[in-house]
C-alpha cells in the first residue's frame, strides 16, 4: 500500500505564491507518473499538472501553464507543485495521485491514479 501525504496549503492574497509537496509512502513505491488534481466547492475534480517519473516530463492545464511548475525528487519520492501568481480561481483542495503502472489513459485523466492523498486546502483571496 501506498501513502501520499501534502503539505503546504494556505491562504495567500492574489498575485502571491506557495509551494505544494507531497510525499509519498510505503512498502515498495514504484510509479510511472505522479499528478496534481484540485477541487474547488460545488465543481469537478480537475487536473492541474503532472510529471513522468522516470524522464520528469512535466505535463500542465492551460489554466495554470507559465504560473505553476511541477517537480520530483525520486530520491526523497516527493511531488511539488511551486504555484506563483496566484489567482482566486485557484481556491481549491489540491490533491496529489500516483500512477503504479503503465496506463494509456491520457496523463490528465484522473482514472489513470490509483493511489490519492487526502489534499490540501489553498485559498486565494482578492
Known amino acids: 500500500q501506498v501513502q501520499l501525504v501534502e503539505s503546504g496549503g494556505g491562504l495567500v492574497q492574489a498575485g502571491g505564491s506557495l509551494r505544494l509537496s507531497c510525499v509519498a509512502s510505503?512498502?515498495?513505491?514504484?510509479?510511472?507518473?505522479m499528478g496534481w488534481f484540485r477541487q474547488a466547492p460545488g465543481k469537478e475534480r480537475e487536473f492541474a499538472a503532472a510529471i513522468t517519473w522516470r524522464g520528469g516530463a512535466p505535463f500542465y492545464a492551460d489554466s495554470v501553464k507559465g504560473r505553476f511548475t511541477i517537480s520530483r525528487d525520486s530520491a526523497k519520492n516527493t511531488v511539488s507543485l511551486q504555484m506563483n501568481s496566484l489567482e482566486p480561481e485557484d481556491t481549491a483542495v489540491y490533491y496529489c495521485?500516483?500512477?503504479?503502472?503503465?496506463?494509456?489513459?491520457?496523463?490528465?485523466?484522473?482514472?489513470?491514479?490509483?493511489?490519492w492523498g487526502q489534499g490540501t486546502q489553498v485559498t486565494v483571496s482578492s
Open positions: 495521485a500516483a500512477q503504479p503502472v503503465f496506463s494509456v489513459a491520457p496523463i490528465s485523466n484522473p482514472a489513470r491514479y490509483t493511489y
Open positions: 510505503g512498502r515498495t513505491f514504484i510509479t510511472e507518473a
